[in-house]
C-alpha cells in the first residue's frame, strides 16, 4: 500500500543555515508526483514543491530545493538560508496516477524551528 | 482572484445532527478532495472527485458522504456526526487528478462535535 513516512517529529535550525527534512514513500504506481506543503500556525496549507517520478533532475523553487533519489524512494526538502518565518509545519505528499486511483496522502508532518 | 472557499470555517455542534460542510473553487478544476487532519497523523483523504459525478473514496470515507453535481462545488456531508469526528478538514482542488498537479487548498475548518 502507498505511504509516506517523515521520520523527524520536530527540528530545530539557526537561522541562515541550511536544514534538510526528511521524506520516504513507497508506492508501486510508476507514475506519482512529491509534494510539499508548508503549514504555519495560521493553519493555511501552502505548496512549496513539486517533483514527478519522471523527472531527472531535482526541483527548485527559490530557497527550496527537493532531493529526489528515487532508488531509495526518498523526496527530501532541502531549506537554504533558514529565516524566522520558515518556522511551521512540513508535510509531504505524494499523488499517485491511475494504477494508484488518484488518491493523496500526507505523511505526519516535520516541524520546524527556526533559532534567532 | 483564484481560490478555494469553506463554510463554514467554525463549526460546533452535537452528535447525530446533520451538517454539511461547503467547498467552492473558481478556477474550473477537475480534481477535489476533502482531508481531515489530526496531529500526529497528517493529513488524510476523505472522499476525492475526478470530476463532476466521480467520486471515490479516500482512506477515512466512514462517516462521511461527498457529491459532486457541479464541477466548482464539492459539500462534505455528515449524516450523523460522532465525537471522533472532530477535526480541522481541509477542502483543497487541482486541475487534474495527474500526479503533476498541485493542489490549492482552502482555510480549513474547525470542526468541534459534543
Known amino acids: 500500500a502507498q505511504k509516506i513516512t517523515q521520520t523527524q517529529p520536530g527540528m530545530f535550525v539557526q537561522e541562515k543555515e541550511a536544514v534538510t527534512l526528511d521524506c520516504t514513500y513507497d508506492?508501486?504506481?510508476?507514475?506519482?508526483?512529491l509534494f510539499w506543503y508548508k503549514q504555519p500556525s495560521s493553519g493555511e496549507m501552502i505548496f512549496l514543491i513539486y517533483?514527478?517520478?519522471?523527472?531527472?533532475q531535482n526541483a527548485t523553487e527559490g530557497r527550496y530545493s527537493l532531493n529526489f533519489q528515487k532508488a531509495r524512494k526518498s523526496a527530501n526538502l532541502v531549506i537554504s538560508a533558514s529565516q524566522l518565518g520558515d518556522s511551521a509545519m512540513y508535510f509531504c505528499a505524494m499523488r499517485e496516477g491511475d494504477t494508484g486511483g488518484f488518491k493523496t496522502i500526507f505523511g505526519a508532518g516535520t516541524r520546524l524551528f527556526v533559532k534567532a | 482572484e483564484a481560490q478555494v472557499t469553506q463554510n463554514p470555517r467554525y463549526l460546533i455542534t452535537v452528535t447525530g445532527k446533520k451538517l454539511t460542510v461547503i467547498c467552492s473553487q473558481n478556477m474550473n478544476h477537475e480534481y477535489m478532495s476533502w482531508y481531515r487532519q489530526d496531529p500526529g497523523l497528517g493529513l488524510r483523504q476523505i472522499y476525492y472527485s475526478m470530476n463532476v459525478e466521480v467520486t471515490d473514496k479516500g482512506d477515512v470515507p466512514e462517516g462521511y458522504k461527498v457529491s459532486r453535481k457541479e464541477k466548482r462545488n464539492f459539500p462534505l456531508i455528515l449524516e450523523s456526526p460522532s465525537p471522533n469526528q472532530t477535526s480541522l478538514y481541509f477542502c483543497a482542488s487541482s486541475l487534474s487528478g495527474g500526479g503533476d498537479n498541485e493542489q490549492f487548498f482552502g482555510p480549513g475548518t474547525r470542526l468541534t462535535v459534543l
Open positions: 508506492t508501486s504506481d510508476p507514475s506519482y508526483g
Open positions: 517533483q514527478g517520478s519522471y523527472d531527472q
